[in-house]
């Protein structure tokens, strides 16, 4: 039995179906890329297994160590899923630490975490800072800090680094591996930067878009820590663009 | 039409041929005066046509407005939207203090056109009991001045009273509704409230109204006085007219501002009195005696020069030529 | 070369401050001019005094109005349009949120809103006088309604307009609906809900003087009638200027408040403020 457990048998828009039969399941601690041409659902498939779904229902079951995410915490799991979106999606009108801590009730995180958490994720002393003076990247990092506060056991994320430039990404991607290494985190990472799945992930999951099972599951066994540019990951990079360019053809 | 209106009428035409040609600059385009229920002269002169026939020859196109209240004459005139308007003597007299520049040649008619009116029921019974009641009067007319001279009389001012403005017709209506405990009257909705609604007149006072003023714009009546006076004669004509013909003058009045032919009855033949038409010393007496009130009412600027503006009004000598015997 | 780079920021900010006291002077430029033209021109004899009294003496009656009870006048007027614009205000915002969130409440009053906003404000004049007289009620009830649609737009279009990504972000967060609405829904409206609420306050003076001409004793609104009865154009003056002065005080509140509320904005007119242009 997987940690984190997606199955998918069916989910329509209308007349269209998106996903069908497809079953993923993430081993404690892995991390695991979704790629594909867009279109092909992965971002749906995240929302279903983050319980953002919306529209007609799906008919799927998402399992955490074995129990519905929402029943979790009674089996001794605390913290949930956490999820970080495309765009950092900060709201506006709350400091650093209080978007951070959105989801508790008292507003504002303990000094000692929120210092922590800041530090971790390269920010700092900014726990003051309102959204608007904030660069792209600073906000994504905010928005990471925020779906890290409740120490969930499992995170995922929707193509996270792909609305900031090359060398931002480069710095996010470092301080992530860093991060989910320390916390042991199980990571469902959707991106269409196959770089990035190669740098980041233990296996990378192709998504069609024709509706149905994965078109091939590659795992990824370098070393870490992964520097970049190396050969093997090269090659890597290169049979999966293949892999890819006969589906489009 | 009678034998004896046809000949009025031809003395008029005769009297209007003969006034001495003047060189002016250019025959006046268009002439603008008004109308109002509260003189019956000038609804008669309208109905007739008599000015447009008097001004034909020259092409002048006549204009009448219709003037709800002295406030709206002395407006229209103060904002030169009108040459010749038709108010109250103490009104002309606030507006010409305040700066508005007409001149009053002509007095159409002394009436007793106000007084101060309670519903039929009221437990109001004299002057002192209006303290602190609710009165509507229009600002700037004759029974708004009225009611402040018949106020002070009881030791009051008009702080001491809860003061509605409301246009003639809409005081009655609040008055008719229970709305206001009193209101300033003015004919004809005051005698339509009498008849009608048995409204009562709480106190009247004939020497308090302060006769129907012909107000000329000042530089109308220096560019035009040969157009002004033929404006003065065809009032004549109307006003004989109606001496003559009062019941039909009723039916004029009746029709045009919509009461009934016993209402426009009386305010014709019982408080209506067209006997004086040139300004005179009676005249000039009563806004003398008047006048005070603007001053202790703060109508007027302070400082004003009432006397000043008395004199600067009242013409007492431009109609006199055109004044018809009888 | 290198020299010149460095001087630049120097002889910039050097600009800039040279300039700040002239911003501070241009707003009374117009205003003084149209002034000192309209006293000199009356004196001339260019202008009518009768039409257009000097400053001057508008001046004098402002002064002679504030020995004379003019307190009472200000006092009547600006209670009104408190009162009313509380009202209206009130009654749109809970009837704004209502059709913004529900779409059965949408569909019950919103057409129907939207017909009763189509009336000019004037129209509802004849009816008020009728249904509730002419003592405070009808005045209220019509400042009320100005106040009531741009209000009323301001709240429905405010919740309508929240960025969608935010909603998505509080569904993570599985909260209750009323707790939506107040810590995500309701922040993120209030700019176009504060715009709204400033406009309506702007429409409640212009209101209340319709309402106060309609048959006051007391109020700003009645000392402009009183002087058009009694031809006292100085007085019309005095009492715009007033209605002026008061208008644009209230204005300004509002602005601190919109300032204080919404220091989190990330606009061009809240970059000005901090001189990054």
């Given at each position: 039995m997987s940690f984190f457990d997606i199955h998918i048998d069916e989910k329509r828009f209308g007349e269209r179906i998106v996903l069908q039969h497809l079953r993923l399941a993430l081993a404690p601690g892995e991390i695991v890329s979704l790629v594909g041409p867009s279109g092909c659902g992965k971002s749906t498939l995240l929302a279903i297994a983050a319980g953002l779904d919306h529209g007609t229902p799906a008919r799927a079951s998402v399992r955490l160590a074995g129990v519905p995410p929402g029943r979790a915490a009674q089996a001794g799991?605390?913290?949930g899923i956490g999820f970080v979106f495309q765009e950092p999606r900060l709201f506006p009108w709350l400091d650093v630490a209080h978007n951070i801590a959105f989801g508790s009730a008292a507003g504002q995180p303990p000094a000692d975490v929120l210092a922590a958490l800041l530090d971790e994720v390269g920010l700092a002393g900014y726990a003051h800072h309102l959204p608007r003076q904030l660069s792209g990247g600073q906000a994504q990092r905010v928005a990471i800090a925020r779906g890290l506060y409740t120490r969930p056991r499992v995170l995922l994320m929707d193509e996270?680094?792909?609305?900031?430039d090359a060398i931002t990404r480069i710095r996010l991607q470092d301080m992530l591996a860093r991060v989910v290494r320390e916390r042991g985190l199980t990571v469902l990472l959707v991106t269409h930067d196959i770089d990035e799945a190669v740098h980041l992930s233990d296996r990378i999951v192709l998504i069609d878009r024709r509706p149905g099972p994965p078109r091939a599951q590659v795992p990824v066994g370098l070393a870490r820590p992964r520097a970049r540019g190396d050969a093997e990951a090269a090659r890597l990079k290169a049979a999966i663009l293949a892999m890819l360019e006969r589906e489009a053809a | 039409m009678k034998r004896r209106t046809l000949l009025q009428l031809a003395a008029a035409g005769a009297a209007t041929s003969t006034l001495p040609r003047i060189a002016v600059?250019?025959?006046?385009?268009e002439l603008r005066l008004d109308y109002a229920y509260y003189s019956p002269t000038s609804l008669v002169l309208r109905r007739f046509g008599w000015l447009e026939q008097a001004f034909r020859a020259d092409g002048t196109r006549v204009k009448w407005v219709l003037s709800a209240g002295s406030n709206r004459a002395l407006e229209y005139l103060n904002g030169n939207s009108i040459d010749i308007g038709s108010s109250a003597g103490l009104a002309a007299l606030l507006a010409r203090a305040n700066g508005t520049p007409i001149r009053s040649p002509y007095i159409f008619s002394r009436p007793e056109w106000t007084a101060l009116v309670v519903q039929k029921n009221s437990p109001i019974r004299s002057l002192a009991d209006l303290k602190g009641k609710k009165i509507a009067a229009t600002k700037g007319t004759d029974p708004y001045l009225f009611l402040l001279r018949s106020l002070q009389l009881a030791g009051l001012k008009r702080s001491d009273i809860e003061h509605v403005s409301l246009q003639h017709a809409d005081g009655r209506a609040a008055l008719e509704q229970g709305k206001v405990d009193a209101w300033a009257g003015l004919d004809p909705h005051m005698a339509a409230s009498e008849l009608e609604s048995g409204a009562r007149l709480l106190y009247r006072n004939v020497a308090f109204n302060t006769y129907g003023f012909l107000n000329v714009r000042e530089d109308f009546l220096a560019s035009r006085p040969q157009e002004t006076a033929r404006v003065i004669q065809a009032y004549e004509q109307a006003r004989t007219w109606i001496r003559a013909h009062p019941v039909d003058a009723a039916k004029i009045l009746s029709e045009e501002a919509k009461v009934s032919l016993p209402v426009a009855l009386l305010q014709i033949?019982?408080?209506?009195?067209?006997?004086?038409?040139l300004p005179g010393n009676d005249h000039l007496n009563a806004l003398r005696q008047a006048a005070p009130i603007l001053r202790d009412e703060s109508l007027v600027k302070p400082g004003a020069d009432l006397d000043r503006a008395i004199v600067a009004l009242v013409d007492t000598r431009f109609a006199q030529p055109y004044i018809a015997k009888g | 070369m290198n020299t010149r780079i460095l001087d630049a920021p120097a002889a910039d900010t050097r600009r800039r401050r040279a300039g700040l006291p002239l911003l501070r002077v241009l707003p009374f430029v117009l205003p003084a001019l149209l002034l000192g033209g309209a006293e000199l021109a009356v004196r001339a004899g260019l202008l009518p005094a009768n039409l257009m009294p000097p400053p001057s003496d508008v001046a004098r009656t402002l002064v002679w109005l504030a020995e004379n009870g003019l307190g009472s006048h200000l006092a009547a007027s600006t209670l009104r349009v408190f009162v009313g614009f509380l009202a209206g205000a009130g009654a749109a915002v809970v009837l704004g949120a209502s059709v913004a969130l529900d779409r059965r409440a949408a569909a019950l009053l919103d057409p129907s809103l939207q017909a009763l906003r189509a009336i000019p404000s004037l129209a509802w004049v004849p009816l008020l006088l009728l249904w509730f007289g002419i003592d405070e009620l009808p005045k209220l009830v019509l400042i009320a309604i100005g106040a009531f649609f741009p209000v009323y737009t301001g709240v429905v279009s405010g919740f309508g307009g929240v960025d969608r990504k935010l909603v998505e972000v509080a569904r993570l967060y599985r909260l209750a609906p009323p707790v939506l609405v107040r810590r995500v829904l309701l922040p993120a409206a209030l700019p176009a809900i504060l715009t709204g609420l400033h406009t309506g306050l702007s429409l409640a003076w212009m209101f209340m003087v319709a309402a106060e001409l309609i048959a006051a004793t007391r109020g700003l609104g009645y000392l402009l009638s009183d002087g058009r009865e009694t031809s006292r154009t100085d007085i019309v003056l005095a009492a715009i200027v007033l209605l002026a002065v008061l208008g644009k005080l209230s204005d300004m509140a509002m602005v601190v408040l919109e300032r204080r509320l919404l220091a989190w904005r990330d606009d061009f007119a809240g970059s000005q403020a901090e001189g990054l242009r």
């Amino acid at each position: 039995m997987s940690f984190f457990d997606i199955h998918i048998d069916e989910k329509r828009f209308g007349e269209r179906i998106v996903l069908q039969h497809l079953r993923l399941a993430l081993a404690p601690g892995e991390i695991v890329s979704l790629v594909g041409p867009s279109g092909c659902g992965k971002s749906t498939l995240l929302a279903i297994a983050a319980g953002l779904d919306h529209g007609t229902p799906a008919r799927a079951s998402v399992r955490l160590a074995g129990v519905p995410p929402g029943r979790a915490a009674q089996a001794g799991i605390a913290g949930g899923i956490g999820f970080v979106f495309q765009e950092p999606r900060l709201f506006p009108w709350l400091d650093v630490a209080h978007n951070i801590a959105f989801g508790s009730a008292a507003g504002q995180p303990p000094a000692d975490v929120l210092a922590a958490l800041l530090d971790e994720v390269g920010l700092a002393g900014y726990a003051h800072h309102l959204p608007r003076q904030l660069s792209g990247g600073q906000a994504q990092r905010v928005a990471i800090a925020r779906g890290l506060y409740t120490r969930p056991r499992v995170l995922l994320m929707d193509e996270p680094f792909s609305a900031v430039d090359a060398i931002t990404r480069i710095r996010l991607q470092d301080m992530l591996a860093r991060v989910v290494r320390e916390r042991g985190l199980t990571v469902l990472l959707v991106t269409h930067d196959i770089d990035e799945a190669v740098h980041l992930s233990d296996r990378i999951v192709l998504i069609d878009r024709r509706p149905g099972p994965p078109r091939a599951q590659v795992p990824v066994g370098l070393a870490r820590p992964r520097a970049r540019g190396d050969a093997e990951a090269a090659r890597l990079k290169a049979a999966i663009l293949a892999m890819l360019e006969r589906e489009a053809a | 039409m009678k034998r004896r209106t046809l000949l009025q009428l031809a003395a008029a035409g005769a009297a209007t041929s003969t006034l001495p040609r003047i060189a002016v600059a250019a025959p006046l385009e268009e002439l603008r005066l008004d109308y109002a229920y509260y003189s019956p002269t000038s609804l008669v002169l309208r109905r007739f046509g008599w000015l447009e026939q008097a001004f034909r020859a020259d092409g002048t196109r006549v204009k009448w407005v219709l003037s709800a209240g002295s406030n709206r004459a002395l407006e229209y005139l103060n904002g030169n939207s009108i040459d010749i308007g038709s108010s109250a003597g103490l009104a002309a007299l606030l507006a010409r203090a305040n700066g508005t520049p007409i001149r009053s040649p002509y007095i159409f008619s002394r009436p007793e056109w106000t007084a101060l009116v309670v519903q039929k029921n009221s437990p109001i019974r004299s002057l002192a009991d209006l303290k602190g009641k609710k009165i509507a009067a229009t600002k700037g007319t004759d029974p708004y001045l009225f009611l402040l001279r018949s106020l002070q009389l009881a030791g009051l001012k008009r702080s001491d009273i809860e003061h509605v403005s409301l246009q003639h017709a809409d005081g009655r209506a609040a008055l008719e509704q229970g709305k206001v405990d009193a209101w300033a009257g003015l004919d004809p909705h005051m005698a339509a409230s009498e008849l009608e609604s048995g409204a009562r007149l709480l106190y009247r006072n004939v020497a308090f109204n302060t006769y129907g003023f012909l107000n000329v714009r000042e530089d109308f009546l220096a560019s035009r006085p040969q157009e002004t006076a033929r404006v003065i004669q065809a009032y004549e004509q109307a006003r004989t007219w109606i001496r003559a013909h009062p019941v039909d003058a009723a039916k004029i009045l009746s029709e045009e501002a919509k009461v009934s032919l016993p209402v426009a009855l009386l305010q014709i033949k019982l408080r209506s009195d067209f006997s004086q038409p040139l300004p005179g010393n009676d005249h000039l007496n009563a806004l003398r005696q008047a006048a005070p009130i603007l001053r202790d009412e703060s109508l007027v600027k302070p400082g004003a020069d009432l006397d000043r503006a008395i004199v600067a009004l009242v013409d007492t000598r431009f109609a006199q030529p055109y004044i018809a015997k009888g | 070369m290198n020299t010149r780079i460095l001087d630049a920021p120097a002889a910039d900010t050097r600009r800039r401050r040279a300039g700040l006291p002239l911003l501070r002077v241009l707003p009374f430029v117009l205003p003084a001019l149209l002034l000192g033209g309209a006293e000199l021109a009356v004196r001339a004899g260019l202008l009518p005094a009768n039409l257009m009294p000097p400053p001057s003496d508008v001046a004098r009656t402002l002064v002679w109005l504030a020995e004379n009870g003019l307190g009472s006048h200000l006092a009547a007027s600006t209670l009104r349009v408190f009162v009313g614009f509380l009202a209206g205000a009130g009654a749109a915002v809970v009837l704004g949120a209502s059709v913004a969130l529900d779409r059965r409440a949408a569909a019950l009053l919103d057409p129907s809103l939207q017909a009763l906003r189509a009336i000019p404000s004037l129209a509802w004049v004849p009816l008020l006088l009728l249904w509730f007289g002419i003592d405070e009620l009808p005045k209220l009830v019509l400042i009320a309604i100005g106040a009531f649609f741009p209000v009323y737009t301001g709240v429905v279009s405010g919740f309508g307009g929240v960025d969608r990504k935010l909603v998505e972000v509080a569904r993570l967060y599985r909260l209750a609906p009323p707790v939506l609405v107040r810590r995500v829904l309701l922040p993120a409206a209030l700019p176009a809900i504060l715009t709204g609420l400033h406009t309506g306050l702007s429409l409640a003076w212009m209101f209340m003087v319709a309402a106060e001409l309609i048959a006051a004793t007391r109020g700003l609104g009645y000392l402009l009638s009183d002087g058009r009865e009694t031809s006292r154009t100085d007085i019309v003056l005095a009492a715009i200027v007033l209605l002026a002065v008061l208008g644009k005080l209230s204005d300004m509140a509002m602005v601190v408040l919109e300032r204080r509320l919404l220091a989190w904005r990330d606009d061009f007119a809240g970059s000005q403020a901090e001189g990054l242009r």
